[in-house]
């Protein structure tokens, strides 16, 4: 009855490796080493396929041991699963594999479960290089952002001027493109000095790159940068990678505003396994959307409490049945959870794996839709 599980299992027989990532610069560390995994892909791979015994030991320790195998010379060792929020981390003897395999920033590793263990490979012949012309095969375009953040109280402040940025943004947006020359001088060296391009202006600036742990610091010039754009609290900066360039955008807020209309729901997720969980009932939604969707139309006060307290109250409407609810939104650093009456909703519009919910903030409201 087990196996005939696997073989009817659609996803399976289409695509044996149905988990592929592009390895990062934080992957490869051997000094703090784990993998980064996608939430929902760990979820819908993975997780479903675990015992439930495993399953709810994950849920209530946030972590658990399982055998990971090499398909690439057969070995097998004990690995542990972690549960970060937002993402996964694969621990345990991560850093032996990283040496023994000599993996680098830009190969692809592929991963599946199956019979009860996590397979993994990388390919010598899959190994993803990133010469210059990468980044110039393509135009930069205005809207074509992948870093976003809306600037808090610290961004601004001129006497520690220092722009964070979140670690797993700047690996997967920025460091992926460096040379592995490059990226094993930051990580020795802990900063890298790069040419910064304000889009806006045309203006170049010599800055720094700093690493800090589960962030990277704009270094540098960025006092200047804040005096001369009269850059406040609230307003969204955005950054990408391109042509050996960090370009950044400040968008006037009335040009933003009126693009976030463009998309009636600007924010789309399928919901996850415990996003459908109703023992412990919450929406997990992704920090940098939260805050380009949601606190972006909120008042400085609000903001703030939300900051200081990690949660504040508001009014969800179900736009599908007209149902008004009051719940919470709480902060949880690298993304956010709407609770309160999230079990109710799932329970009464009966939400599975797999479901799209969409979200929008109106009129001092949050929106939402499932629809059928």
Known sequence: MKSSGYYTTIPQVQDPWPIKKVLTFSDVDTTHPFLTLSRQQVERHILAYMTPHQQEQLRSEGQVGFNAQDDDNGEVSVMKLKWRGSYYNLIGKWGKVVRGKGLEVGQEIKLRWFNGCLHFSVPQQQIVTVPAIRTAAAPLLQDNWPIRKALTSSDVDTNHPFLPLARKSVEEQILVHWTPLESERLRREEQVSICVKDYDTGDVHEMKLKWRGNYYHLIGKWGNIIRHKA??????????????????????????????????????????????????????????????????????????????????????????????????????????????????????????????????????????????
């Open 231 to 372: 850059l406040t609290v609230g307003q969204e900066i955005r950054l990408r990678w391109t042509n050996n360039l960090l370009y950044f955008s400040v968008p006037d807020e009335r040009l933003a505003a009126a693009t976030a209309f463009h998309d009636n729901w600007p924010i789309k997720k399928s919901l996850t396994l415990s996003d459908v969980d109703t023992n412990h009932p919450f929406l997990t939604l992704p920090g940098k959307a939260v805050e380009d969707h949601i606190l972006y139309y909120w008042t400085y006060p609000a903001r703030e409490q939300i900051r200081n307290e990690r949660q504040v109250g508001i009014n969800a409407r179900d736009d599908d049945t007209g149902d008004f609810y009051v719940m919470k939104l709480k902060w949880r650093g690298s993304y956010y959870n709407l609770i309160g009456k999230w079990g109710k909703i799932i329970r009464e519009k009966r939400l599975q794996v797999g479901k799209e919910i969409r979200i929008r903030w109106d009129n001092g409201c949050l929106v939402f839709s499932v629809p059928q």
